[in-house]
């Protein structure tokens, strides 16, 4: 395969139905479909995703991204009572917020939006690409107010309104640090049940924090994909679990990442096959011809044509096998998506 096919944008299309995508989640978490695809032979079996403690070995360490995702999206009017949107994207300071706007041209400086009664915001400065800084005055607990009001951000191709089970369906089990404004989708198909058979059967689970922002939507709009520029997020690991995937590593145990988000975050700390420890933005890039240095194994949701996810599991498993398994998916009616089922690549 030529190094300047792998780089054209285009090689990553594929045809997918829309009624593949994924509108709402399976009522049980762990039965969505399960893909496992062995990196070395190609060889592609189907599963229902509670099957994936049989594929998992005592010593196996699985790494997750415990980052939560906000109700980030807030109705409001201006005193005019015209309606306006604010999507929060990042937090400044505890009462400054980068946001998007909707009707972006109508919200100056100096604007106020009003939430509630006790629950409001004036834009204080304009930000980049059409964003806005806004300034908020609640009563009480924020994260409560927040609860109360936002709704959760779900994605462009989720054709529907948020309805209040998205708070709970669009959120992992084991989600603890707030941040994000999608889901790191790969970890949704787990039930505390599993977490607890998991453990049970030896297998080290371990966590890291990648903050995802709404760049992992944004599509890939050049040519070649070295020249897209990625976003940057957030992300942290602990001395800790830096120190325990290092030891696992030496002891030639299996890294298996929980989704693309998590891998990033490992593959941005990875110093000479080692993991480093600390925080910092990362806009990490993975594409095949760049070499994983930290990851043996990945579970992942499947992704969008042409998208820098796409591109990252080709990377790791092999453009012609990831490109054959998304066919089989589609063949065999799998969901796509955010709300869809699942691949494990060994």
């Known amino acids: ?42 060889k592609i079996s189907h599963h229902k995703f509670w099957e994936i403690i049989d594929f998992l070995k005592p010593g196996d360490v699985l790494v997750l991204n415990k980052t939560k995702v906000i109700p980030a999206r807030l109705f409001g009017t201006k005193p005019t009572g015209a309606k306006v949107e604010v999507f929060l994207l990042n937090q400044i300071t505890d ?38 800084i806004v300034q908020f005055e609640w009563q ?11 709704k959760m951000p779900l994605p462009p191709y989720i054709k529907r309104e948020a309805i209040e089970k998205d708070k709970e369906t669009y959120q992992t089990i084991y989600a603890e640090n707030r941040g994000s404004v999608a889901a790191p989708t790969a970890g949704l198909h787990f039930t505390r049940e599993l977490m607890q058979k998991i453990r049970g059967k030896g297998v080290e689970i371990l966590e890291v924090i990648l903050h995802i922002g709404l760049g992992t939507f944004r599509p890939v709009k050049t040519d070649k994909i070295q020249d897209h520029k990625m976003h940057s997020e957030h992300c942290q690991i602990s001395k800790e679990t830096a120190e325990k995937i290092n030891k696992a590593k030496n002891e030639g145990r299996r890294i298996i990442a929980v ?7 490992l593959e941005s700390f990875a110093e000479n096959s080692r993991l480093e420890y600390g925080s910092h933005w990362t806009d990490i890039f993975i594409y095949p011809g760049k070499k994983n240095q930290i990851i043996d ?50």
């Open 1 to 42: 395969m030529q190094k300047t096919f792998l780089t054209r944008t285009s090689s990553y299309f594929y045809n997918l139905p829309q009624g593949l995508i994924a509108q709402y989640p399976k009522d049980k978490r762990s039965e969505s479909l399960l893909l496992k695809l062995e990196r070395t032979t190609g």
């Open 259 to 265: 989704g693309t988000t998590t891998t990033r975050t």
């Open 140 to 150: 009480g607990d924020f994260w409560n107010v927040l609860e109360d009001f936002g």
């Open 95 to 132: 009462k400054i917020w980068e946001c998007l706007v909707k009707p972006g041209k109508r919200l100056r400086i100096g604007t106020e939006i009003n939430f509630s009664e006790n629950f409001k915001g004036k834009v204080i400065d304009y930000a980049d690409e059409g964003g806005r």
């Open 297 to 346: 194994g990945l579970i992942t949701n499947f992704h969008m044509p042409e998208s820098t996810l796409l591109m990252l599991v080709s990377a790791f498993a092999g453009y012609e096998n990831i490109i054959k398994a998304y066919q089989i998916a589609v063949a065999k009616k799998y969901r796509f998506f955010s709300y869809g089922d699942a691949m494990l690549i060994l």
